[in-house]
């Protein structure tokens, strides 16, 4: 499947028959205890955390607070069918990042909380980053719907899908405990960025979806995404950093080019001995989940492939050093997916697939994110349907051997 962002918000997902009733915070139904037989892991439970029928629910992150607290973010949109309308796609006027929050992974806070709204258009994939000073980021981007009079006097190339312009990418900051936000933050346009937004013609500034990462010496890493030169609907990874906690952004270094393949939704992880990784989602490369490496605090990079497919990752240090990779898988049998791999990152290739779940309603499911519980429990969080119904929050917690 291509690129939600970019190449891929011209592909629409339909969102179809809707489950009765709000079901929040109830079990998943049973489904096959997928881990059961893999060395390392097994799967506690499935849970629903969010689920109302009139609201289409997706593309979680989530972090713990140094009080324990867990802090669940996830873009929320109209179910477009309230409006009588038969598709629900992933770009809306009315898409607005919100919260929940628990302090024990399975019993979560029933209303959610905004977060924040754009005021010039839809918000997607709120992406939390908990600094080790206790501030909280959330990064995200936005799309405009204009008039036609306002479509006629944009700026070409822009990139266009269901009527929307994309806006691009901006922050948003808490400095206590996430009662309270501050911002946009908006970062810097980059150079190899073609595109223009829907705000007078202005050059996109730098986006993606995907974890960010405070480093050992304080510096905030963040792979965005821009359109390539030879393309306004390819796209390309690159890094920009900050030295004073997200409140300004520099280029740093490309992440990942290719003459033919995409590179967008990308999370990043710094290892022990201090390498830089990055997992890469793809388009034209057969949906191979890729990787990049930088050993010299991200001056450069130089990417592969991971020699799997699934798409976006997110990584979590555990506590025995080891990282969990969570990824959706976009196949059939629709689900998600993990490895356990060692803590330089080094193993992608042979770490035992561990299929978390297999029941999912179509590809129109996935974005996991995982927190740890506790030094043998993780949380893997993410947005799911069964049997093509309401898109919801959901989690699996696994038991890490």
């Known amino acids: 499947m ?21 079901l929040s915070f109830m079990p998943e139904r049973p489904s096959p205890p997928e881990t059961a037989d893999l060395p390392g892991v097994r799967k506690v439970k499935d849970l629903v955390i969010y689920q109302d029928e009139q609201f289409y629910s997706s593309f979680p992150s989530i972090i713990k607070k140094p009080n324990g607290e867990l802090l669940l973010a996830f873009r929320r949109a109209p179910d477009r069918k309230v409006f009588g309308e038969t598709r629900t796609t992933h770009v809306d006027p009315n898409s607005y990042l919100v919260a929940l929050r628990s302090k024990d992974g399975e019993n979560w806070t ?43 006097n944009l700026k070409k190339p822009y990139f266009e899908s269901g009527g929307a312009i994309f806006l691009g990418g901006y ?20 150079a190899p960025e073609i595109n223009h937004s829907a705000f007078g013609g202005e050059p996109i500034r730098a986006y993606n979806r995907g974890a960010l990462y405070e480093g050992k010496n304080g510096r905030i890493y963040w792979v965005v995404a821009s359109s390539d030169s030879n393309s306004p609907k390819k796209t390309s990874n690159h890094l920009i950093v900050s030295d004073d906690r997200g409140l300004t952004w520099k280029y740093e270094s490309v992440v990942a080019t290719d003459d033919k393949a995409s590179f967008n939704e990308t999370s990043i992880y710094e290892t022990p001995k201090g390498d830089l990784v990055a997992f890469l989602r793809t388009a034209n490369l057969d949906d191979q989940a890729c990787i990049a490496r930088s050993t010299d605090g991200g001056k450069h990079f130089k990417w592969e492939k991971m020699g799997f497919q699934g798409h976006p990752m997110q990584a979590l240090r555990l506590a025995d050093n080891r990282v969990l990779l969570v ?23 042979s770490a035992p697939e561990i299929v978390l779940r297999e029941d999912g309603g179509n590809g129109d499911i996935g974005y996991p994110w995982s927190v740890q519980l506790d030094r043998k429990r993780v949380l893997v969080v993410y947005y799911f349907n069964r049997d093509n119904s309401t898109r919801h929050i959901a989690g699996s917690i696994l038991e890490i051997q």
């Not at 690129?3 to 011209?10: E, G, N, Y």
């Not at 959706?328 to 791999?341: E, S």
């Open 327 to 349: 990824y959706g898988y976009r196949h059939k049998p629709f689900g998600i997916r993990a490895r356990i791999l060692n803590a330089e990152c080094t193993d992608f290739a």
């Open 110 to 152: 029933k209303e959610p909380e905004l977060i924040y709204s754009h005021a010039f258009g839809g918000s997607q994939d709120p992406c939390l980053l908990q600094l080790k000073n206790g501030d909280i980021l959330c990064a995200s981007y936005g799309w405009a719907f204009l008039r036609p009079e306002g479509m006629a």
């Open 2 to 22: 291509n690129f939600r962002i970019k190449s891929a918000l011209a592909f629409f997902l339909v969102a179809g028959t809707v489950s009765p009733g709000i």
């Open 171 to 190: 922050l948003v900051r808490s400095t206590d405990g996430a009662k309270t936000w501050q911002g946009p933050v908006y970062p810097p346009h980059i």
